[in-house]
């Protein structure tokens, strides 16, 4: 009787532990659609450049540059009279600024883009934003990321501090994704999405503080600037980065937590439209 009963357990889990199994190639196909459709952007956008991946690297560091010569003899007060710290302060900022704006921008067109494809093959359009991301955080990964893990390492000397980046970071990564999945799919029912998605980054610029340090901001209005997530993911990175003191555990939890619910509601949105994505493409 015993036998029968083990027999009976083991028969019946083996289709929850086959259905397991079913979903890896797909999971492994998932992954090389992305792979492919990230370095094939990669290759179409920097395809005969001299500095390929880190022309990246120009426009934080031109803007740095312009900030500083503008608004570093004001602000750098606030950075205790340290103008290098208001050029880091700076760098930080646009760095997490172009990538958000940059990733999301670009995976916004990319189903509607590709839509010749996905008639003709059957591929999950979410392949197409998310591979967008992709190819971003491995320019993030080769450019900038060396450069704030060195900034990183030399302010507070303690390698603790360098891997604590990789937490905003990740929130960073989570937020842009929820955001490319959302405005892919929506871009498809209603093609004036560009134009007012310049005004939804124009605003995450503005109320997030990249060339003015958040204390220059008065009490009053700050407290709405908390429900910007990028601000939120910039203070928690200099803080890591520039402060010298050890990362602050509820600004890193707060910045993961801002991008894991931007992906969800993402992620939400995009599967909600998905359903009469192909009609509309």
């Given at each position: 009787?015993?036998?029968?009963?083990?027999?009976?357990?083991?028969?019946?889990?083996?289709?929850?532990?086959?259905?397991?199994?079913?979903?890896?190639?797909?999971?492994?196909?998932?992954?090389?659609?992305?792979?492919?459709?990230?370095?094939?952007?990669?290759?179409?956008?920097?395809?005969?450049?001299?500095?390929?991946?880190?022309w990246?690297?120009?426009?934080?560091?031109?803007?740095?540059?312009?900030?500083?010569?503008?608004?570093?003899?004001?602000?750098?007060?606030?950075?205790?009279?340290?103008?290098?710290?208001?050029?880091?302060?700076c760098?930080?900022?646009?760095?997490?600024?172009?990538?958000?704006?940059?990733?999301?921008?670009?995976?916004?067109p990319?189903?509607v883009?590709?839509?010749?494809l996905?008639?003709?093959?059957?591929l999950?359009?979410?392949?197409?934003?998310?591979?967008?991301?992709?190819?971003?955080?491995?320019?993030?990964?080769?450019?900038?990321?060396?450069l704030l893990?060195?900034?990183?390492?030399?302010t507070?000397?303690?390698?603790?501090n360098?891997?604590?980046?990789?937490?905003?970071?990740?929130?960073?990564?989570?937020?842009?994704?929820?955001?490319?999945?959302?405005?892919?799919?929506?871009?498809?029912?209603?093609?004036?999405?560009?134009?007012?998605?310049?005004?939804?980054?124009?605003?995450?610029?503005?109320?997030?503080?990249?060339?003015?340090?958040?204390a220059?901001?008065?009490?009053?209005?700050?407290?709405y600037?908390?429900?910007?997530?990028?601000?939120?993911?910039?203070?928690?990175?200099?803080?890591?980065?520039?402060?010298?003191?050890?990362?602050?555990?509820?600004?890193?939890?707060a910045?993961?937590?801002?991008?894991?619910?931007?992906?969800?509601?993402?992620?939400?949105?995009?599967?909600?439209?998905?359903?009469?994505?192909?009609?509309?493409?």
């Amino acid at each position: 009787m015993l036998v029968k009963m083990n027999r009976t357990a083991v028969s019946s889990e083996q289709p929850g532990a086959a259905q397991l199994f079913a979903l890896s190639p797909a999971v492994r196909r998932y992954r090389d659609l992305v792979f492919v459709n990230a370095v094939r952007s990669l290759k179409v956008r920097y395809r005969g450049s001299f500095l390929g991946i880190y022309w990246s690297l120009s426009n934080p560091i031109l803007m740095t540059l312009v900030y500083t010569t503008i608004f570093g003899s004001a602000f750098a007060s606030y950075y205790g009279g340290s103008l290098l710290q208001y050029v880091l302060s700076c760098f930080t900022g646009l760095v997490i600024l172009n990538f958000f704006s940059g990733s999301t921008s670009m995976a916004l067109p990319t189903i509607v883009g590709n839509s010749g494809l996905l008639n003709k093959i059957a591929l999950p359009p979410s392949v197409f934003p998310v591979s967008m991301i992709a190819a971003q955080t491995f320019q993030l990964c080769i450019g900038a990321l060396p450069l704030l893990a060195i900034v990183t390492l030399v302010t507070s000397g303690n390698a603790v501090n360098v891997l604590a980046l990789f937490v905003p970071l990740a929130g960073m990564v989570l937020l842009s994704l929820g955001f490319a999945l959302a405005v892919s799919a929506l871009f498809a029912y209603f093609r004036d999405l560009p134009y007012m998605y310049e005004l939804v980054v124009f605003a995450m610029w503005i109320t997030s503080p990249i060339f003015y340090p958040s204390a220059f901001v008065p009490e009053r209005v700050r407290v709405y600037l908390q429900f910007n997530p990028l601000a939120t993911i910039i203070e928690s990175v200099r803080q890591i980065a520039l402060s010298g003191t050890r990362p602050s555990l509820h600004l890193m939890a707060a910045s993961l937590f801002a991008g894991a619910l931007a992906f969800v509601v993402g992620a939400s949105i995009f599967f909600c439209l998905r359903k009469r994505l192909m009609d509309l493409i």
